[in-house]
């Protein structure tokens, strides 16, 4: 029962073109969503994240959009540089009630290539 | 000046026997935690210690426990090792147990039982 979906395992990008991560969740009792970056061999780090009372978080280049009413959010990376090549991972918790869990999805490899 | 650090990197036993990975962070956190990745990069948490007491436990076997000496050691021993626990073990502190505290990762110790 997967909770947080990335339904694509990869997607490969030129750089300076923008890069656009998707998730979705199946709990509605989700009101917390992270994007986490890993590279080989390291542990994941966070990047950025957003709560259910906004739709849009920006930080530099990244870009987290979210869609409650279709439980659905985004990572937009603009623009996209070699060095984002990673493993990006989508995360969700539950602030109240939930306490300290975080829910992966399976992770997208994104390449930029030059 | 490693964040989250973990021992050992690698870890390659037999069927049976019994195994302990270190997990200490120097960041002064209060709590940490223990998240695993099986071979479909699903990461996923088993537990979460704050100040030394267990507040997550997830559906893990009894096989797993986890022990946490001070605040900023928590050690994962697993007894009777089975070829299912082959995976990436993956250490995690954060400031509080509140959900929106950032979690930092170390760097995974990967676990293979022949």
């Known amino acids: ?114 | 000046d490693t964040a989250v650090s973990q021992t050992p990197k690698y870890l390659v036993t037999q069927m049976g026997n019994d195994k302990s990975i270190k997990c200490e962070q120097n960041l002064g956190h209060d709590t940490m935690y223990w998240y695993k990745q099986d071979s479909k990069k699903f990461l996923k948490i088993m537990f979460s210690y704050n100040n030394k007491e267990l507040i997550i436990n997830e559906t893990v076997p009894n096989r797993f426990s986890p022990k946490s000496p001070d605040k900023a050691h928590l050690n994962l021993h697993i007894n009777s090792l089975e070829l299912g626990d082959s995976a990436v073990y993956f250490c995690a502190s954060s400031q509080t147990s509140v959900p929106s505290d950032t979690q930092y990762f170390g760097p995974g110790t990967r676990l293979t039982v022949l």
């Open chain 1, 1 to 114: 029962d997967q909770q947080v979906k990335q339904n694509s395992p990869s997607l490969s990008v030129q750089e300076g073109r923008i890069s656009i991560l998707n998730c979705d969740y199946t709990n509605s009792m989700f009101d917390y969503f992270l994007w986490y970056k890993k590279y080989p061999a390291e542990g994941p780090t966070f990047l950025i994240s957003i709560s259910s009372i906004k739709d849009k978080n920006e930080d530099g280049r990244f870009t987290v959009f979210l869609n409650k009413s279709a439980k659905h959010l985004s990572l937009h990376i603009v623009p996209s540089q070699p060095g984002d090549s990673a493993v990006y991972f989508c995360a969700a918790s539950a602030l109240t009630g939930g306490g300290n869990k975080l829910t992966f999805g399976t992770g997208t490899q994104l390449k930029v290539e030059l």
